[in-house]
C-alpha cells in the first residue's frame, strides 16, 4: 500500500542550526511533493511545492529536494529560529491529483 | 482575502445522533477537498469536489457520511449516525485548480468528539 514515511520522533535543535527533516514514501509515484507546517489548533500551512522533475527548490531559508530514485526528499530550513516550532507534514499528489499526507515531524527549536 | 472558514471548531455529541459541518472555501476556488486526522495519525483524504461535482470519493469511509456542495460555493459534511471511531478533526481545504501549483489552503479544522 502507498505509505509516506516522516520520522515520528522530535527533532530538538539549536537556534542557528540547520534543520532537515526527512520524507520517504512506498508503492507510490508522485508528480507533486509539498511540505506544509501546522500549528497546535491550526490547519496545515502550504510552504514549498517540487515537481517529480525538479531536484531542487528554495524560498527564503527553506529548501527543498527530492530523489524520485530514492523515492526521498529532504526539507531544510537554515538559520533557524524558534519561531520555526512546529510539526512539519510532506504530501504527495499523484498525477491524478489525489493527494496524500505523512503524519509529520515535531521540530522544537531552543533559543 | 478571507481564508477558508470552517464551522463549527468544535462539536461533543453522543453516538447515534448527526452532525454537519460546514466549509466555506476560498471565494473562486473551484476544488474543495475533506481531509480528517483520527487519533493523531496522518491526515486522510475523505474526498474532492470539482465545482458541485464529486471528483473523487475515494475516502469516504463508509455511507455514514455525506457531503454536498450545493452551488459549487460552501461544503457541508455530514455524519449519520456518528459512531465513536468518526471523533478526530475533520479539515476543508481549497485551490483555485486542480494541481497543486501553489498547495492548498486549510481552515482550522472542526474538531469532532463521538461520546
Known amino acids: 500500500s502507498q505509505k509516506i514515511e516522516q520520522n515520528s520522533e522530535a527533532l530538538n535543535i539549536q537556534e542557528g542550526k540547520t534543520a532537515t527533516l526527512t520524507c520517504n514514501y512506498t508503492n507510490y509515484s508522485p508528480a507533486y511533493l509539498q511540505w506544509y507546517r501546522q500549528d497546535p489548533g491550526r490547519g496545515p500551512v502550504f510552504l514549498l511545492l517540487?515537481?517529480?522533475?525538479?531536484k531542487e527548490k528554495r524560498k527564503e531559508r527553506l529548501k527543498v529536494t527530492f530523489d524520485t530514485t530514492l523515492k526521498q526528499s529532504l526539507f531544510h530550513i537554515t538559520a533557524s529560529q524558534p519561531a520555526d516550532s512546529a510539526t512539519y507534514l510532506c504530501?504527495?499528489?499523484?498525477?491524478?491529483?489525489?493527494?496524500?499526507f505523512g503524519a509529520g515531524t515535531r521540530l522544537f527549536v531552543k533559543a | 482575502e478571507a481564508g477558508v472558514t470552517q464551522f463549527p471548531s468544535h462539536s461533543v455529541i453522543e453516538k447515534g445522533q448527526t452532525v454537519t459541518l460546514r466549509c466555506d472555501p476560498i471565494?473562486?476556488?473551484?476544488?474543495l477537498y475533506w481531509y480528517r486526522r483520527v487519533m493523531g495519525k496522518e491526515i486522510k483524504f475523505l474526498l474532492h469536489f470539482v465545482k458541485e461535482s464529486k471528483q473523487d470519493e475515494s475516502g469516504m469511509p463508509n455511507n455514514r457520511f455525506l457531503a454536498e456542495r450545493t452551488g459549487g460555493t460552501y461544503s457541508t459534511l455530514k455524519v449519520q449516525p456518528a459512531e465513536l471511531e468518526d471523533s478526530g478533526v475533520y479539515f476543508c481545504a481549497s485551490s483555485p485548480g486542480t494541481r497543486p501549483n501553489y498547495g492548498y489552503t486549510f481552515g482550522s479544522g472542526t474538531r469532532l468528539t463521538v461520546v
Open positions: 504530501a504527495l499528489t499523484s498525477g491524478g491529483f489525489k493527494t496524500i
Open positions: 471565494s473562486g476556488h473551484d476544488n
Open positions: 517540487i515537481r517529480e522533475n525538479e
